[in-house]
Structure formats: structure tokens, C-alpha cells
């Protein structure tokens, strides 16, 4: 069973190396090539790989990490100065989308009334990992139509809950339809109610547990189990597990861990997230698309205009301008994974038939194909609109300083910073510290500062300087290796000890490199020089001939190193 598994796994691994560069060198992008390297092993395919339920399973840890990563990105201030998109455009395009949906099932296609107020409001809802994933590699998320985008996909995600906790009680004849509304939307505010209290007052004492214990193994174990706890607890009670990974992000956002936390789950979110989208391609039944080609195509077409209609207006009553509002229109114009569930449980439930359960599944996989060109296209849009009208975007606030370290050293140069009106960013792996100095208003975060994740988190990559503190040989030149590798054009300033470390130190990329032993012992033999009556004019003669020397040694050191390889 095990082997059964790690061949599948050797497959997809496999298909995903030859496949998605090879897109990626046409500019196709990485998303369709996961799909497309499922394709190709999948039952349409070459059918190397069977066993898609387990691994559609396995795949869906991947759209729970980013739901995570968005909430924990998304601070819940941010997220209330935009509560009129989220649940007034949000709200509004779900609700007339999935009743005009609902409609056309029951009036066009006989659907029963039951199995159509499911239907609708799912193939209403758009595909949160395949629009977030696209607008980042394109880096659109900060654009107008991006931000619009995300607020609408947030309503979208809280629309899951109900829609969840709706669909047992659809499979119940004895109630009426209203009774299932209403009992799923008090059950609903009841779990998301409980979660946010529960979240609110454990999650962040439990990292700060964690962190004193300074294992960064325990810290990843319990960054994990956050994410998973509260999507399962959610799971367990019939809701989204993608919900509760929202709101375990967004409870996280404003604790100073947050940074150390996504640095230690985006690994495994790109991971999954990558067979996330190869389990989608497996799923698609090329079959039924070469039976009915014509009737399978018109649904997608019709269901995303049907749904780009619907919200382009809407988006343009919400101030935005014309091009923007066909942008966000275009961009959230497929269906998604979360409708896949829904019509998954639905059909487990005996609420659809096999053969609707099978065109359902199409037409959304087809549209969700379609999803790479909607985002090119809606970029293409706005992009002409911005250069038409300058409209500015807006960009995050970042500093220009990054401190790794912020020990007696770091804490020092913050303060220097600070007297010069100059913002910086500090990151130190002491929970003490991190804690004491938050409690003063200082921005510093907890994390490793080894890892390139992290240092990306708060914006070393936007960063001029960025200054290592931390007094640790070994640690300082694996940050410098890596910032040199990521960020080659940044100013790096190290601490450093010895003249070996110093010159090992610039070998390997530091811009410069300050000598904690040297400096001490230049002011103590200024108090001597001070002391014993040596003019100033001398002593400064003096004190900087042996910083010029010193400095020259380690150029000189640096010179030879690099002529004898």
C-alpha cells in the first residue's frame, strides 16, 4: 500500500517537473501547467494514476494553506475597511448570481427545486485558489480590480458555511426550505461565533509558548496544527475547512508571529496547492466532453457570461470605473473548487443524479481551465486603462531598513534609526525580546532570520539596507550567502568578530563588515590616549590610521581569497 502510494506520488512529481516549466517557457504559467500534467495522468489520460478520491483529499490541505495564508495576510482592520465590497458587492453577486442560476436549472433543464437552490449559489461561487494565484504571479493582488476581486472571493468563502451546513438538511423532505435556510444560517453565525472567541484568546499564547521553547521544529509542528486543527474542527461540525483556515489566519494577523508562521507554511501550501490543481486535471472526464462537445462547451460559455454579466454592472455601481468593473467581472467569471465539494457531498446525499453530477463537474473544471486567459485578459484591460488615465495604485507602506537581530546590538541601531526619523523592521528569534520590545511600540516580528521566507515576509526584498546583527558566526554568513543570492543589488552590514569573520564575511557578499572587537577596542584606548594627555587632533590621527589598517587587511584578505579560486 505504501510503495502504491509513493510510486503515484513519483508520477505526479514526475509530471509536474517536465511539464509546468515547459508552460511556464511559453508564458502560459504554472497553474495550467499542474492542470495539464494532471491530464495527462489521469483516467483521461495515459491513466498512470487511479486513485484520484485519496489524492483529491490530500490535495485539498493545499486550498486550506492558502485560505490560511490570504487570512493571515488580511488583518482584520483591513478587512473591515473593506466590509462594504466584501458583503455588499460580495453578497449581492452570490445571491442574484445563484437565484438567476437556480431559475434556469429549474426552468431550462428540470432540475427539482431542491437540487437547484444547492446548484445555483455553488456555480455562483468562483475559484479562490486559481484567481489568488494567478493575480500574485502577476502581481495584481494591490491593483483596483485585484483588491475587488479578493473581497468579493472572501463573501464568496463565508457563502461556503451556509451552503455546507444547508446541504444535509436539503437531503431531509420533512423540512421546508425556509426552515433549512434559517437553521443553517443560526448555525452558522453559532461555529464561526465560537471559532473567533476560541482563536482570539488561545491561538496566540500557544505560540508564544512554543516560541520560548526555542525548538524551530516544535514551532513548525505547532504552526501546522494550528492550520489543520481549525479546518478539521470546522470540518467536523459540517462547515468549510477552508473557513476555519481563514479565520485562524486572520486571528494570527496581528500577532508579531505571523511572519515566522507563514515562513514556515508556504512550503507545504506551494506543495499541495501544486497537487491541488494536478487532482483537479485527473478529475476531468475528457469522455464526456468528446460525447457531447458542443453541449459542454455552451454551458461553460453560458455560465461564464451569464456570471460576468451579472457582476459587471454590479461592480460599476460600486464606484468602480468601466474597465475595472469588466476586469473584476472577467477575472471571477468561472465556477470553483469549493463547488466541486458541494456537488461532491450533493451527490453522495442523492440530491443529483449521476449524470448531472458528471456535467456539473465538467463544466466547472472547463471554466476553471479557462481561468489563466480571463486573468491575461482582464489584465490586458486595465493595464490599457492606467496608462490611459494614471489612475495611481496603491502600494503597501514598507521600510527601507531590515534589522536581523534585534539583541543589545540591533536594539541599539534601531534606536539611532528612530532618532533619525528613519522606519525600520526588526526580526529576532527571542520570544522575550520580541515581546518586550512590541510592548513599546518597536516593529519588531519573532522568526528565524535564517530563512529566506521570512527575511521575504517583511520586505527584505524592497529593502536598501539591511543590517545583520546577530552574534552568532556560523548563522551570520548563512543569512548573508542567502540575502546576497536573493537580493544582489541590497546594501548587507554585518557584525562581525574576529578579522577571519570579518573576511569570511565579505567573501561571501556583505557590502561591509563592523568588527565588535576591533570597535571596543578603539574606545577603550581612546579613553587611555584621553586619559594620559594625547591631543585630539593625535588621537584621531591615530585611531582611524588603525580602522584604515584593519579595514585594509580584510580587503587585502578578500583580494587573495578571490584570486586563489
Known amino acids: 500500500m505504501i510503495s502504491a502510494y509513493l510510486i503515484d506520488i513519483i508520477i505526479m512529481l514526475m509530471a509536474a517537473v517536465v511539464v509546468v516549466p515547459l508552460l511556464q517557457s511559453v508564458r502560459l504559467g504554472a497553474v495550467p501547467g499542474f492542470l495539464i500534467a494532471g491530464v495527462i495522468v489521469g483516467p483521461s489520460g495515459f491513466g498512470l494514476i487511479n486513485n484520484i478520491t ?295 446525499s442523492n440530491l443529483l443524479s449521476e449524470g448531472l453530477y458528471q456535467q456539473l463537474l465538467l463544466t466547472v473544471l472547463l471554466s476553471m481551465l479557462a481561468t489563466p486567459s480571463l486573468v491575461t485578459l482582464a489584465q490586458y484591460l486595465v493595464k490599457t486603462k492606467l496608462t490611459a488615465t494614471k489612475e495611481p495604485a496603491e502600494k503597501p507602506v514598507k521600510s527601507r531598513v531590515v534589522i536581523a537581530g534585534f539583541g543589545r546590538v540591533g536594539r541599539r541601531v534601531g534606536e539611532i534609526l528612530s532618532a533619525a526619523g528613519e522606519d525600520f523592521v526588526a526580526l529576532d528569534c ?26 521575504k515576509a517583511v520586505g527584505a526584498a524592497d529593502a536598501k539596507v539591511i543590517i545583520v546583527t546577530i552574534n552568532d558566526s556560523e548563522a551570520s554568513q548563512q543569512i548573508v550567502t542567502s540575502l546576497r543570492k536573493d537580493h544582489p543589488k541590497t546594501s548587507i552590514y554585518v557584525r562581525g568578530h574576529s578579522l577571519n569573520q570579518c573576511c569570511e564575511l565579505r567573501r561571501l557578499g556583505a557590502s561591509d563588515v563592523v568588527s565588535e572587537n576591533v570597535e571596543a577596542s578603539l574606545e577603550l584606548a581612546r579613553m587611555a590616549l584621553v586619559n594620559v594627555g594625547v591631543s585630539k587632533l593625535q588621537q584621531d590621527k591615530i585611531l582611524k590610521d588603525y580602522r584604515v589598517s584593519y579595514h585594509a587587511k580584510i580587503e587585502k584578505a578578500l583580494g587573495l581569497g578571490r584570486r586563489g579560486k
Open 54 to 348: 485519496e489524492i483529491g483529499h490530500l490535495a485539498e490541505i493545499g486550498v486550506v494553506l492558502l485560505l490560511f495564508v490570504i487570512g493571515i495576510e488580511l488583518k482584520p482592520s483591513t478587512f473591515w475597511r473593506i466590509r462594504r465590497l466584501v458583503f455588499g458587492l460580495g453578497g449581492l453577486q452570490v445571491l442574484f448570481t445563484g437565484v438567476l442560476l437556480s431559475g434556469i436549472m429549474i426552468l431550462l433543464f428540470d432540475v427539482s427545486p431542491r437540487s437547484a437552490i444547492l446548484i445555483g449559489p455553488a456555480l455562483a461561487l468562483s475559484s479562490t485558489a486559481f484567481v489568488l494565484q494567478l493575480l500574485a504571479q502577476k502581481q495584481q493582488l494591490t491593483a483596483i480590480y485585484g483588491r475587488t476581486s479578493v473581497a468579493v472571493l472572501l463573501f464568496q468563502d463565508l457563502a461556503v458555511v451556509p451552503l455546507l451546513a444547508l446541504l444535509p438538511l436539503l437531503a431531509m423532505p420533512e423540512l421546508s426550505i425556509g426552515e433549512d435556510l434559517g437553521y443553517a444560517l443560526l448555525k452558522t453565525l453559532f461555529i464561526l461565533g465560537l471559532v473567533v472567541l476560541v482563536g482570539r484568546y488561545f491561538f496566540h499564547p500557544i505560540l508564544h509558548r512554543v516560541a520560548l521553547s526555542g525548538n524551530p521544529e516544535v514551532f513548525t509542528a505547532s504552526a501546522v496544527l494550528i492550520v489543520l486543527g481549525a479546518s478539521l474542527a470546522t470540518e467536523h461540525i459540517g462547515l468549510s475547512m477552508g473557513m476555519g483556515a481563514f479565520l485562524a489566519g486572520l486571528l494570527i494577523s496581528d500577532s508579531f508571529y505571523k511572519h515566522q508562521v507563514m515562513a514556515e507554511i508556504r512550503p507545504f501550501r506551494g506543495l499541495l496547492l501544486g497537487l491541488f490543481f494536478m487532482s483537479m486535471g485527473m478529475s476531468l472526464n475528457l469522455n464526456l466532453l468528446l460525447e457531447r462537445p458542443v453541449l459542454s462547451l455552451s454551458l461553460v460559455i453560458a455560465l461564464m457570461v451569464i456570471k460576468a454579466l451579472v457582476l459587471f454592472p454590479m461592480a460599476y455601481l460600486f464606484g468602480l470605473k468601466v474597465r475595472n468593473s469588466l476586469a473584476v467581472a472577467i477575472v471571477l467569471a468561472q465556477s470553483g473548487e469549493f463547488a466541486l465539494v458541494i456537488f461532491a457531498l450533493a451527490h453522495q
Open 430 to 455: 527571542d520570544a522575550r525580546i520580541v515581546n518586550a520590545e512590541r510592548e513599546h511600540g518597536h516593529p519588531v516580528f519573532f522568526g528565524d532570520v535564517r530563512k529566506p521566507e521570512l527575511l
